[in-house]
T-cell receptor
Framework: KAGVTQTPRYLIKTRGQQVTLSCSPISGHRSVSWYQQTPGQGLQFLFEYFSETQRNKGNFPGRFSGRQFSNSRSEMNVSTLELGDSALYLC?????????????FGPGTRLTVL | AQSVTQPDIHITVSEGASLELRCNYSYGATPYLFWYVQSPGQGLQLLLKYFSGDTLVQGIKGFEAEFKRSQSSFNLRKPSVHWSDAAEYFCAVRRTQGAQKLVFGQGTRLTINP
């Protein structure tokens, strides 16, 4: 079974631009969560989607948004990029209602904002 | 609010030596508990998890962890480390129902001396 895939793996943008990151969960997984990882703040929860609905949201400004499609694939968007948005963005999927209750992480997208 | 503390930012051990990484959590009830490992430039890999039952859980790569309710701790152990264990280790908690939000500790970076 293929793991969680994230595209692109690396991105370089400039301040003020916007960016869209993509995540394809493991087949059969319906929950997708996004996390931001930075050296200063560590791993922080952005939001979670389940059945195309945002179920939980972290403490990030409105510039960070996301969505989930009917096939459970998810995208996150960051508008008006700031230097502090440079980070590794990790996506994780989970089989809601499954016995394991664990999240499987993708390799991440490394975003650099210049 | 949930929180996780990993008191040791960086630990160095010799190859073949035993290892214990500390994790303390703050939560109103017993949460789900996890240990993840991250190699440079990679996503997170689940080492082990605790949901209920036996408080000593076994994971992959020879790791184990013990849940101690009275101390709100979930320390990770390995009897003999290998050079390939050098990585960053994250303890995480999640509530037992509903949203899949993981709350992570700041991580412990493990260096192995030959």
């Amino acid at each position: 079974k293929a793991g969680v895939t994230q595209t692109p793996r690396y991105l370089i943008k400039t301040r003020g631009q916007q960016v869209t990151l993509s995540c394809s969960p493991i087949s059969g997984h319906r929950s997708v969560s996004w996390y931001q990882q930075t050296p200063g703040q560590g791993l922080q929860f952005l939001f979670e989607y389940f059945s195309e609905t945002q179920r939980n949201k972290g403490n990030f400004p409105g510039r960070f948004s996301g969505r989930q499609f009917s096939n459970s694939r998810s995208e996150m968007n960051v508008s008006t990029l700031e230097l502090g948005d440079s980070a590794l963005y990790l996506c994780a999927s989970s089989m809601e209602g499954g016995l394991s209750h664990e999240q499987f992480f993708g390799p991440g997208t490394r975003l650099t904002v210049l | 609010a949930q929180s996780v503390t990993q008191p040791d930012i960086h630990i160095t051990v010799s190859e073949g030596a035993s290892l214990e990484l500390r994790c303390n959590y703050s939560y109103g009830a017993t949460p789900y508990l996890f240990w993840y490992v991250q190699s440079p430039g990679q996503g997170l890999q689940l080492l082990l998890k605790y949901f209920s039952g036996d408080t000593l859980v076994q994971g992959i790569k020879g790791f184990e962890a013990e849940f101690k309710r009275s101390q709100s701790s979930f320390n990770l152990r390995k009897p003999s480390v290998h050079w390939s264990d050098a990585a960053e280790y994250f303890c995480a908690v999640r509530r037992t129902q509903g949203a899949q939000k993981l709350v992570f500790g700041q991580g412990t970076r493990l260096t192995i001396n030959p």
